[in-house]
T-cell receptor
């Protein structure tokens, strides 16, 4: 079946540090890949997505590239801010019409200190 | 424009009881999905409703059932509650277009505690 594995947290960084959160997946075909963010007390928000190999998703300074050869979708940001503190989830949606089910990783908690 | 709303915010039940959670999708959305998020875990897909029918289902027992109304709102019902059902229940809405993925918008969730 489909699965997503992301690096264990928590991750603590100083403001303006570089962020990488690793994510690898197992799925047949060409799934769509996503990063969601969950701020304290809130629901999930889509951060970025990529729907085919070599696509780069980007938003709010975050980037991730869909690497089919390594089945990876690592999240990066060049300079984190305190406001980026949240839990980040990597997720996939299977390929094929009508496949809307999302499979999530366990999440990585990021804390950014001033 | 209101986003996805869920009620109640929090709920406490005892083992063996039944619970109903409610979700109103984002305006213009016709598809509702439900997810269970245990503490410290990622959300797990329960099922999805479109045109008032269950279209996809994850690996959850029949104790979990749902309904979608003509106005696209949805309910999640859980019977014979177990301690392990304690979790954050998330509702997500989207627009169903054939052959494409559409962004799912999540509500803030309902925190269910089973004692």
């Amino acid at each position: 079946g489909n699965s997503v594995t992301q690096m264990e947290g928590p991750v603590t960084l100083s403001e303006e540090a570089f962020l990488t959160i690793n994510c690898t997946y197992t799925a047949t075909g060409y799934p769509s890949l996503f990063w969601y963010v969950q701020y304290p007390g809130e629901g999930l928000q889509l951060l970025l997505k990529a729907t085919k190999a070599d696509d780069k998703g980007s938003n709010k300074g975050f980037e991730a590239t869909y690497r089919k050869e390594t089945t990876s979708f690592h999240l990066e940001k060049g300079s984190v801010q305190v406001s980026d503190s949240a839990v980040y989830f990597c997720a996939l949606s299977p390929s094929g019409a009508g496949s809307y089910q999302l499979t999530f990783g366990k999440g990585t908690k990021l804390s950014v200190i001033p | 424009d209101a986003g996805v709303t869920q009620s109640p915010t929090h709920l406490i039940k005892t083992r063996g009881q039944q619970v109903t959670l409610r979700c109103s999708p984002k305006s213009g959305h016709d598809t509702v999905s439900w997810y269970q998020q245990a503490l410290g875990q990622g959300p797990q897909f329960i099922f999805q409703y479109y045109e008032e029918e269950e279209r996809q289902r994850g690996n959850f027992p029949d104790r979990f059932s749902g309904h979608q109304f003509p106005n696209y709102s949805s309910e999640l019902n859980v019977n014979a509650l177990l301690l392990g059902d304690s979790a954050l229940y998330l509702c997500a809405s989207s627009i169903r277009l054939a052959g494409d993925y559409n962004e799912q918008f999540f509500g803030p969730g309902t925190r269910l505690t089973v004692l």
